[in-house]
């Protein structure tokens, strides 16, 4: 029945301006309501980003040991930076890598033939320099191996943090869901589905000493 009342519309010569002026706004609003919820969206996608960097950048040049305390405090800055609504929305996670180097070993960690390696805290040894909000797992050696394509080469002996940030972003419309519907199928959607996931995983190397990791800051 659509797709022949359809047919019919478009066979017809008859018309008047002022309703073809109105499907045209109609087209023309749909279209600007698409147009900036994909530009707000690389907008968000680059605040993140940007936010990521800087937090990898504070980190970098902090002399006094870090620990969980103050990753959780860092996450505040960038709850402000991206108006975060809170855990349910955005966590981080920071831990601190190396490339073992000993008198028979000074190759550099290619993520192939050698990789980095997980530190362990400077106040507890038996706990791994890692920690995430929001109560998301640390990482252990495994999850970081799995990860070695995405770390750059690292000098023997070398030390870096690693920053991720996860930000769950919420479109304005709620229209990315949505579709028209011919004959009972969904044909095409327009927008942006609900609930995009914005990534960043970012590495870098401390500026002055290297890094010092305590379970009690």
């Not at 919420?170 to 229209?175: C, N, V």
């Amino acid at each position: 029945m659509p797709l022949r009342f359809l047919h019919r519309f478009l066979r017809q010569n008859r018309g008047s301006v002022a309703i073809e002026g109105l499907f045209g706004a109609v087209l023309l609003l749909g279209w600007f309501m698409v147009a900036y919820q994909f530009y707000d969206a690389f907008r968000m996608r680059a605040v993140v980003s940007r936010t990521t960097y800087t937090v990898a950048d504070l980190i970098s040049r902090v002399r006094d040991p870090i620990g969980p305390a103050y990753v959780d405090g860092v996450k505040k800055i960038f709850d402000a930076a991206t108006r975060s609504s809170g855990d349910g929305q955005s966590w981080i996670r920071v831990t601190l890598i190396s490339c073992e180097a000993t008198e028979t070993d000074t190759r550099v960690c290619d993520g192939t033939s050698k990789r980095v390696k997980l530190r362990a805290s400077d106040s507890t040894p038996s706990s791994p320099a890692s920690h995430a909000t929001g109560g998301h797992e640390a990482y252990t050696q495994s999850m970081l191996d799995a990860m070695a394509g995405a770390i750059p080469m690292m000098a023997a002996g070398d030390s870096a943090a690693i920053v991720e940030a996860s930000y769950l972003y919420w479109p304005i419309f709620d229209i990315g869901e949505k579709g028209l519907t011919l004959d009972g199928r969904n044909s095409t959607t327009i927008g942006l589905n609900a609930r995009l996931r914005f990534s960043e995983f970012v590495v870098t190397r401390p500026r002055g000493p290297r890094t010092k990791w305590s379970d009690n800051n």
